[in-house]
C-alpha cells in the first residue's frame, strides 16, 4: 500500500496552444482538459494504473466534485475535514512543450484540521509500505509542518517520502536530522535552494548537493534534473540515469510520475539503480503525454 497525502488538492486546468505564449495576445488552443490534481493524488493515480493499492488522504468536502470524479475511476480517497474547496491551477502548454504554471492559494487550513490530517496519516500508515507527503502546503499551515508529520510516522512502520518545494522544503532541511524522510525528492532548483548550490543541472554538482542532505540523516535523495535525467544518493552510493529521447509534450506531473517510479521499483525490491532507472522511465513517459496524464508501466 501505498498512502499519499495531498495538503494542498487542486482542481487542475489545461491550456495546450498552438503557438508561444505571447503576454497581452489573443492566442488559440488546440485543447483543453480539467481534471483533479495535486502531487499525491497523481502519485496515487499512478499507483492505481499499475494495480498497486494506494489510498488518497485530501482535506476537502467529503461530496466535493473533486473527490467524486477521483472515486468515479477508482481511486481509494479519504477524506479529512472540516476542509474548504480545492483550488484552481491552470498549466499553460507551448508547442515545444514549454510550461507555464498559474497556481491558486488553496483553502486556509485550521489548526484542528492539520491535528486530524497528521492523526489519519498515522492510522493509515498502520497498513502502508509508504506514506508520502506531497505537494504545497495550505495557507494557515506552517512551513515546518511536514518536519512534525514525519515525525509522527516514525511510531509507524511505514517508509516515509516528501515532496515539496520553498519554505516547507526549507523548514524539513533547516531541521534535519530530526523528522529526516527516508526519501526526499527535490527537483534540481529545490535542491539548490536547500544547499546553497548553483548550477545543479550537472549531475556530478547536484550529486555532491545532494550527498550533504544523506549525511544529515536523509535516507536516500532522489534529484530529477529534467532532460539531464536524475541522480540517486544513499548512504551506499551515487548513481545518474539519463532519459531516453522524449519528445516533450508537458512536463506536468513528470516529478510525481519519477517519484512513483521510484515507489514502485522499491515495492519491487530492486536495487538503487534499478530504482532510479525506474524512475527516469516513468518521468519521461509522464513528459511525452499531455496535460497531467500519467503513464502506466508499459
Known sequence: MIVTLTANPSIDHTVMLTSPLRRGEVLRA???????????VNISGAAYAAGVPTRAVVPCPDLDPMVTELRATGLDVVTVGPAG????????????????????????ATPALLDALAARLVQEADHASWV??????????????????????RSTGACIAVDTSEAPLEALAAGLPAGAPDLLKPNAEELASITGSDSLDDP????????????RGVAAVLATLGENGAVLVTEEGT?????????????????????????????????????LGLAVAYGSAAAGLPGTTLPTPP
Open 204 to 215: 556530478a554538482v547536484a550529486a555532491s548537493a545532494a550527498r550533504t542532505l544523506v549525511e
Open 85 to 108: 474547496r480545492p483550488r484552481i491551477n491552470t498549466t499553460v502548454t507551448e508547442p515545444d512543450g514549454t510550461t507555464t504554471k498559474l497556481n491558486g492559494p488553496g483553502a486556509t
Open 239 to 275: 548513481w545518474h540515469a539519463t532519459p531516453p529521447p522524449t519528445e516533450v509534450v508537458s512536463t506536468v506531473g513528470a516529478g510525481d510520475s519519477s517519484l512513483f517510479g521510484y515507489l514502485l521499483a522499491d515495492l519491487r525490491g530492486l536495487s538503487a539503480p534499478e530504482r
Open 132 to 153: 508520502v507527503l506531497a505537494g504545497s502546503l495550505p495557507p494557515g499551515a506552517p512551513a515546518g509542518w511536514y518536519a512534525e508529520v514525519v515525525s509522527a510516522l
Open 30 to 40: 488546440t485543447a483543453t482538459s480539467s481534471q483533479p490534481g495535486g502531487k499525491g
